[in-house]
């Protein structure tokens, strides 16, 4: 089958996978990425590679004119962030791939919020693209569980995986799929997380200063030490009764800070200063 592929490399293994399976691209669609979080450099050198034309700015309605008149039978989007409308009328299918167990998490990037409110199982959904964002009939979904101890970066990773079995599932019988797939229903919205949500707070308990360190993961959480403030993305920490105000910093060797908790100590093992620039994701 021919397709265009929309994304960047966070969902990048989709692309990989349709072409393993013997679907012939004919475009692709990505966006500005700040090389720091948002990557597009192996996505778009495998386009490169096979002399696809590539595309940065939004998909309009003459972009999927031209689809048509290319012969693209369908549009795999993935990592993307505008909507993309109005293709009905040039294209036989559109998939979204979306990192939650939709209705559950519709939203920009739901990940955090998961594990900030502590959930137990999580998931991958592949659905039919509509007018509004996460909205349409589900035609493959992966579920999967989460751990106690579960981070960002563990849950991205199984995000992925699930996403290259769906991608290949859909890749062998899309058009089966597509007749069967289900309506959502009502779901939830999350929004982006607040800079609130990504701060640790040292009033709380030991369990949930390190959730939000886990939620973060590299892409790092914000706190203040005492008169300093820094990205956090490491820590550890114990339950320990003591007489401390929460947020003090109760010792430090070489770049290991020790800090007090409401209910214990936590023990920072990976940051770096504060420094003012580029918004980071969240």
């Excluded at 490169?48 to 012969?71: E, F, T």
């Excluded at 009328?89 to 998961?114: D, E, I, K, T, W």
């Excluded at 300093?228 to 430090?252: C, D």
């Amino acid at each position: 089958m021919r397709f265009a592929f929309a994304g960047i490399d966070f969902l990048g293994d989709v692309f990989e996978t349709f072409l393993a399976r013997g679907w012939e691209p004919v475009k692709l669609f990505s966006r500005p990425c700040d090389s720091i979080y948002d990557f597009n450099d192996v996505t778009l050198s495998r386009a490169r590679s096979m002399r696809l034309p590539v595309q940065m700015s939004r998909i309009l309605p003459a972009d999927l004119a031209g689809l048509k008149a290319m012969g693209c039978e369908a549009l795999v989007v993935a990592g993307y962030p505008w909507l993309i409308t109005g293709w009905e009328r040039h294209l036989p299918y559109a998939v979204n791939f979306h990192p939650s167990p939709l209705p559950l998490g519709r939203g920009p990037y739901p990940l955090f919020q998961a594990i900030l409110d502590g959930l137990s199982e999580w998931g991958m959904t592949a659905h039919i693209l509509e007018p509004a964002f996460d909205t349409g009939a589900i035609v493959a979904q992966k579920r999967f569980a989460l751990s106690h101890a579960e981070s960002h970066d563990t849950l991205l990773s199984k995000c992925q995986i699930a996403a290259k079995e769906l991608a290949a599932e859909i890749a062998s019988d899309l058009p089966r799929l597509w007749d069967e797939a289900r309506p959502q229903g009502p779901g939830t919205y999350w929004p982006r997380v607040t800079q609130a949500q990504r701060t640790v707070n040292w009033n709380g308990g030991v369990r949930d200063v390190l959730r939000t360190i886990r939620a973060f993961g590299s892409i790092e959480a914000f706190a203040q030490i005492e008169s300093r403030y820094v990205y956090v993305w490491e820590a550890s920490g114990w339950e320990e009764p003591h007489r401390y105000r929460p947020g003090t910093l109760v010792h430090r060797h070489r770049k290991h800070m020790v800090v007090a908790t409401r209910d214990g100590f936590v023990q920072i093992s990976g940051w770096s200063p504060y420094a003012p620039g580029p918004a980071r994701r969240g």
